[in-house]
T-cell receptor
Framework: AQKVTQAQTEISVVEKEDVTLDCVYE???????LFWYKQPPSGELVFLIR??????QNEISGRYSWNFQKSTSSFNFTITASQVVDSAVYFC?????????????FGPGTRLSVLP | GAVVSQHPSWVICKSGTSVKIECRSL??????MFWYRQFPKQSLMLMAT?????????EQGVEKDKFLINHASLTLSTLTVTSAHPEDSSFYIC???????????????FGDGTRLSIL
C-alpha cells in the first residue's frame, strides 16, 4: 500500500523566514514518482516538482528547494525567504511508475501561513 | 495556459438536484481521466478512474450509482452527482493524463476544480 504523511498540519512563519515542509512516504514499489503541489485559496493545484525514485539529486528552483532521501523515505520542501504569496496548502504526492504514474496518493497537506 | 478545463467552477443548488461537472483536455487526447474529491481542510481523495469508451473504475466506498461518470470522447469526461444532498458538498477536481506524459514532468494535468454547495 502507498501512503504519504505530512506531519505538519499548519505552519506559521513571518515573512523572510525560511520554512521546511516535511513529507514521508511509504511504498512497496521500487520505482515511483514524488510530487509537490501548491493549492492557494482559490483551489487550483499548482504543480511544483516531480522527482522519480531513480534520481536522488536535490533540486533548487529560485526560492524553492527539495531534499529527496530514499534512505529515510523523505522528500522535504524548503522555501527560502518566504513571502506572503507563499501562503497556501502544500501537498506531497506519490505515484507508481507503472501505468505512467497515473495512480496518485496525496498527503494530508500542510497549511502554510506567511505573515507580513 | 490551462490544458485541462473544468466546468462549472462553482455550483450552488437545492438538495435533490442532479449536477453535471465537465472535464475537458484542451490540446491533447486523454484516454484516462481521474476524479478527486476534497472536503474542507482535507486532502484530495481519488473517487474514480474514467476510461474512454468503457466503464469507470470506482474507489472503495464511492457509490457508482450516486456519482455517474461518462467518458464518451478522448477529450471529455463528465461527473454527474445524482440527487445531491448537503453531504455531497465538496470540491471536485479532475485530472487527465497526456499520452506519453510520463516523459514530461507533469504526467497528470489538473483542472481548476468545481466547488459544489448543496443547500
Amino acid at each position: 500500500a502507498q501512503k504519504v504523511t505530512q506531519a505538519q498540519t499548519e505552519i506559521s512563519v513571518v515573512e523572510k523566514e525560511d520554512v521546511t515542509l516535511d513529507c514521508v512516504y511509504e511504498t512497496r514499489d521500487t520505482t515511483y514518482y514524488l510530487f509537490w503541489y501548491k493549492q492557494p485559496p482559490s483551489g487550483e493545484l499548482v504543480f511544483l516538482i516531480r522527482r522519480n525514485s531513480f534520481d536522488e539529486q536535490n533540486e533548487i528552483s529560485g526560492r524553492y528547494s527539495w531534499n529527496f532521501q530514499k534512505s529515510t523515505s523523505s522528500f522535504n520542501f524548503t522555501i527560502t525567504a518566504s513571502q506572503v504569496v507563499d501562503s497556501a496548502v502544500y501537498f506531497c504526492a506519490l505515484s507508481a511508475l507503472d501505468n505512467y504514474g497515473q495512480n496518485f496518493v496525496f498527503g494530508p497537506g500542510t497549511r502554510l501561513s506567511v505573515l507580513p | 495556459g490551462a490544458v485541462v478545463s473544468q466546468h462549472p467552477s462553482w455550483v450552488i443548488c437545492k438538495s435533490g438536484t442532479s449536477v453535471k461537472i465537465e472535464c475537458r483536455s484542451l490540446d491533447f487526447q486523454a484516454t484516462t481521466m481521474f476524479w478527486y474529491r476534497q472536503f474542507p481542510k482535507q486532502s484530495l481523495m481519488l473517487m474514480a478512474t474514467s476510461n474512454e469508451g468503457s466503464k469507470a473504475t470506482y474507489e472503495q466506498g464511492v457509490e457508482k450509482d450516486k456519482f455517474l461518470i461518462n467518458h464518451a470522447s478522448l477529450t471529455l469526461s463528465t461527473l454527474t452527482v445524482t440527487s445531491a444532498h448537503p453531504e455531497d458538498s465538496s470540491f471536485y477536481i479532475c485530472s487527465a493524463t497526456r499520452q506519453g506524459g510520463y516523459r514530461s514532468n507533469q504526467p497528470q494535468h489538473f483542472g481548476d476544480g468545481t466547488r459544489l454547495s448543496i443547500l
